[in-house]
Nanobody, 116 residues
Framework: QVQLVESGGGLVQAGGSLRLSCAAS????????IGWYRQAPGKQRELIAA???????NYADSVKGRFTISRDNAKNTVYLQMNSLKPEDTAVYYC??????????WGQGTQVTVSS
């Protein structure tokens, strides 16, 4: 249905910034809510930011005030701007729709590593 591909990860020092991109294909992109998730080694995957089809946003307490989720429906892309990065932000980051998340259907993700 909607296929998503994450990019933009990399290695950054604590206090630095990265912008992740989630590129989508499919004619129904604009009506889908999109979430950014992350999974650190040995830990559960967690939802950290979400944006509705109308542009409303929600954030986990751990990233609120530092991360910003946005979407450009004309470009079929969702972004995650990450500022003031901390070593505990190190994880593989994924974007997904609620339906695909419920079905446990995920892409490859993009690795973010924050050095101290």
């Amino acid at each position: 249905q909607v296929q998503l591909v994450e990019s933009g990860g990399g290695l950054v020092q604590a206090g630095g910034s990265l912008r992740l991109s989630c590129a989508a294909s499919g004619s129904t992109f604009s009506i889908n809510a999109i979430g950014w998730y992350r999974q650190a080694p040995g830990k559960q995957r967690e939802l950290i930011a979400a944006i509705s089809s109308g542009g409303s946003t929600n954030y986990a307490d751990s990233v609120k005030g530092r991360f910003t989720i946005s979407r450009d429906n004309a470009k079929n892309t969702v972004y995650l701007q990450m500022n003031s990065l901390k070593p505990e932000d190190t994880a593989v980051y994924y974007c997904n729709t609620p339906r695909s998340s419920a079905r446990d259907y995920w892409g490859q993700g993009t690795q973010v590593t924050v050095s101290s």
